[in-house]
């Protein structure tokens, strides 16, 4: 039997929100990323959630660029019209997979635990 995780109930819920939300996100990043750097990016956060399931530092920092990246391309792309309906949506969950990462008590677990 392998080792790998792909979700880790005994981290923080502050990490385990967000290594669901990567793939959530991933997820949506591949059925609507029209792009190739909207795959990239749906890439980085799949492989960001796996790492951090696994308890990888590498895991943490790809999901952290990736997430941060992807709400920068948002407010970069839509400007002020990021706060639109369908828009705000994106905006909003982003944020939260952002929020979530850069939590005090994900950042704490991370530097202790992950190798």
């Known amino acids: 039997m392998n080792d790998f995780r792909w979700v880790n109930q005994s981290q923080p819920q502050t990490l385990y929100g967000a290594t669901i939300l990567c793939y959530i996100d991933a997820a949506f990043g591949v059925l609507f990323g029209f ?8 890439v980085a956060l799949f492989a ?3 790492g951090i399931a ?3 530092k590498w895991g943490y920092a790809v999901a952290v660029t ?3 990246i992807q709400v920068a391309l948002l407010l970069l792309i839509f400007g002020i019209n990021v706060l639109g309906f369908p828009t705000i949506l994106t905006l909003m969950f982003d944020g939260l997979l952002v929020g979530l990462l850069i939590h005090p008590m ?6 202790i635990w992950f190798r």
Do not use: C, H, M, P
């Not at 792009?35 to 749906?42: E, K, N, R, S």
């Not at 994900?106 to 530097?111: A, L, N």
């Open 66 to 68: 990736a997430a941060v």
């Open 35 to 42: 792009t190739l750097l909207g795959l990239l990016i749906a």
């Open 54 to 56: 696994n308890e990888k």
């Open 106 to 111: 994900s950042r704490d677990y991370q530097r």
């Open 48 to 50: 960001g959630g796996f």
